[in-house]
């Protein structure tokens, strides 16, 4: 009975990491953090390295837009498909470790991703800490 309720109490964990990590799954609509518009959406995925990763999907004012920005492989790109969430690993209950790519200006900055309420918080920084950045608030498709 003991090693059937500890076998229960494991699973039960498990289950619940991986629904923790599917949360960030999926599509998400990008608000912009100046303007308050909607921008674009973002398709986040795991890749079969364990890591996270997220593309542009649709683009609502300009869906020709091009990355005149973006520097190496992603110069003059269509945003639409740019891959703009790139190695992000789950830790504590959140996403990070990675970059994220503004396409406005080409630039990498450090991400940490958390969900607050049904809402992806991107926090986009400078510094590995995070204290020198923004955050973007992004709503499901």
Not at 76 to 97: A, F, H
């Amino acid at each position: 009975m003991k090693k059937r309720n500890l076998f229960l109490i494991i699973a039960c964990f498990i289950a619940s990491m991986a629904s923790a990590q599917s949360a960030f799954l999926g599509e998400w609509i990008t608000i912009d953090d100046e303007s308050g518009k909607k921008k674009s959406v973002v398709n986040i995925w795991q890749g079969k390295n364990g890591l996270y990763y997220g593309k542009i999907t649709a683009l609502f004012e300009n869906p020709n837009a091009i990355c005149t920005e973006c520097t190496g492989n992603d110069h003059n790109k269509p945003m639409m498909g740019l891959i703009i969430i790139r190695d992000m690993k789950y830790e504590d209950g959140c996403l990070q470790g990675g970059k994220v790519l503004d396409p406005n200006n080409g630039k990498f900055y450090y991400a940490k991703i958390t969900l607050n309420k049904g809402k992806l918080i991107l926090r986009g920084s400078l510094d590995k800490f995070g204290v020198l950045g923004r955050s973007q608030t992004w709503i499901r498709k």
